[in-house]
């Protein structure tokens, strides 16, 4: 099956999450605090009315807080309920989370389309990311890309 995924940067590792679990990638970073919170909750965010409980991606997956900056983007991501017509249909098997979460990046990178037989198993620790939070690695012409399991980077 061919899939495609929408490529970050963390720090200088490059990592990816299949297109369909996003909703849209934002650059407002107007973010409220909310204590108290689990140290990657960065807070929460209004967008266009709906209110989004943001994540410092980097933190949950063990390294360093992100440094806002210009580049600096919220991955917004599906929820489970607009997800549940692609499981029905065979598309997707990952879920996410039964709220709006956005999940802060350093940078966006392009939009990659991959054949499945070229994911391969991930190991068990890739750019400083624990093993269970990785789906594969994907060869590109110059670097590797990590897949992500976001199921379970947002499980608590």
Do not use: H
Request: aromatic share 4%; with cysteine.
């Amino acid at each position: 099956m061919i899939r495609q995924f929408a490529t970050f940067y963390l720090g200088e590792g490059l990592f990816g999450i299949d297109v369909l679990l996003v909703r849209e990638i934002n650059r407002n970073l107007e973010i409220t605090d909310v204590d108290p919170s689990p140290d990657f909750v960065v807070g929460l965010m209004n967008l266009r009315g709906q209110i989004v409980s943001v994540a410092d991606l980097g933190v949950r997956l063990g390294l360093e807080r992100r440094i806002i900056g210009k580049a600096t983007c919220c991955i917004v991501l599906k929820t489970d309920e607009e997800l549940q017509r692609l499981r029905d249909e065979g598309l997707l098997s990952e879920n996410t989370s039964k709220d709006i979460v956005g999940l802060v990046v350093d940078k966006i990178g392009d939009m990659i389309t991959v054949d499945d037989r070229n994911i391969e198993p991930p190991p068990a620790n890739m750019n400083g990311v624990d093993g269970k939070f990785l789906g594969g690695v994907v060869k590109l012409d110059a670097e590797l890309m990590a897949t992500l399991k976001v199921a379970e980077i947002l499980a608590m």
